[in-house]
Every structure is written in structure tokens, then in C-alpha cells.
């Protein structure tokens, strides 16, 4: 009796293993499964690069579409609210040397990028140490600094929110009907 008892716990035990396997494994199938590459997202990752004298400046967003909305309305930036200059996670200014935004010093460093819209022509560009973060977990007790900028209207309506940026380093947002250029130099 003692080997029948021995056999059937020495099953069971192989019975158990089996199936804690198996839901593993169909459990990571099913995340995977479930996670979207960002990609393939309704805003999906973009990315705007240039040197700058010799300082590499790289700008990575999320890209909205307008999609028949209005900017202010129903469509971030809303008047007086903070918003992460792009969509999903915060938008993500790097520069591998010091600089100067708008006569302001920027460490070398990655940033998270907001912005803040004051009345209709008038913007707040935020820079804030919390870079690797969701869009919206914005903390004010963490911003690097503010610089005040003028918005303009574009050319030509941009559907994607798109950024540009010079060689000689002025950087363009453009979103929808909304243009946002910004000074941004070699610190010497």
C-alpha cells in the first residue's frame, strides 16, 4: 500500500506541475497578445532629430490626428491646462550637451515636454525632470524651468501634430490651425 501511495502522490504532484505550466504559458500568450505594439496605435510614436552645432536634439512624441476636432474645444491643448505636447506617454526632449531654450540653460539631459496655452496667442513651455512617465502624470514641483513664447498660425493646417526642427535650431510645433516656434542653442 505504501508503493500504491507513493505512486499516486508522485502522479499528482506530476498532474499539478502540468497544469501550473501550462496556465503560464497561456497566460504569457495572452498578454502578449493583448499589448498593441505602439505602433499600431491611433497616435502612434514619431520622432524629430537634428544637430545643433554639435549637439544632438531629439524630440519623441506621440502623434495625434485632428480628426474633424477642434483644437481648444474638444482636442488638447485646452486654454490654461497643461498639456504633454503630444499623445500617450510624456513627449521627451533630449540633448546631449547644454543648451539654451529661448536664453534659458537646459542641463544635458532627457526632459519631459509640456506646454501651457494662456489666452489665445500666449504659450509656457514646460521643461520637468519626470521624462519616463505617462503624458499625464504631470508634477509642477518638478519642471526645470518655464519660458513664455508666442504661438502663430501656420502655412497650412497640419492633421498630425508634427515637430520640426532646424539647423539652425528653431524648433516648430505644428498642430492643426497652431504653430509654436521656440529658439533652442548651443550653450558656449
Not at 505602439?38 to 510614436?45: A, D, T, V
Not at 498639456?83 to 547644454?98: H, L, P
Not at 539631459?109 to 519626470?130: C, D, M, V
Request: with cysteine.
Amino acid at each position: 500500500m505504501t508503493d500504491m501511495y507513493k505512486q499516486s502522490k508522485q502522479y499528482n504532484f506530476k498532474n499539478i506541475m502540468y497544469w501550473c505550466i501550462a496556465c503560464l504559458l497561456f497566460s504569457i500568450v495572452v498578454v502578449s497578445c493583448a499589448q498593441k505594439h505602439k505602433s499600431k496605435r491611433e497616435s502612434p510614436p514619431a520622432e524629430a532629430k537634428q544637430i545643433i552645432g554639435s549637439t544632438n536634439l531629439t524630440i519623441r512624441y506621440g502623434q495625434p490626428s485632428v480628426k474633424g476636432r477642434t483644437i481648444g474645444v474638444n482636442l488638447e491643448p485646452m486654454p490654461d491646462k497643461v498639456w504633454r505636447a503630444g499623445a500617450n506617454e510624456a513627449t521627451v526632449f533630449e540633448v546631449d550637451k547644454d543648451v539654451l531654450v529661448e536664453g534659458k540653460l537646459l542641463p544635458k539631459g532627457k526632459y519631459s515636454f509640456y506646454i501651457l496655452q494662456q489666452g489665445g496667442r500666449s504659450w509656457n513651455l514646460i521643461f520637468n525632470k519626470a521624462w519616463n512617465q505617462w503624458g499625464t502624470e504631470y508634477d509642477q514641483a518638478k519642471d526645470v524651468f518655464r519660458v513664455p513664447v508666442r504661438g502663430s498660425k501656420p502655412a497650412e493646417f497640419s492633421e498630425k501634430l508634427v515637430y520640426k526642427i532646424s539647423p539652425d535650431g528653431v524648433v516648430s510645433l505644428l498642430w492643426g490651425d497652431k504653430q509654436i516656434d521656440f529658439q533652442v542653442q548651443e550653450k558656449k
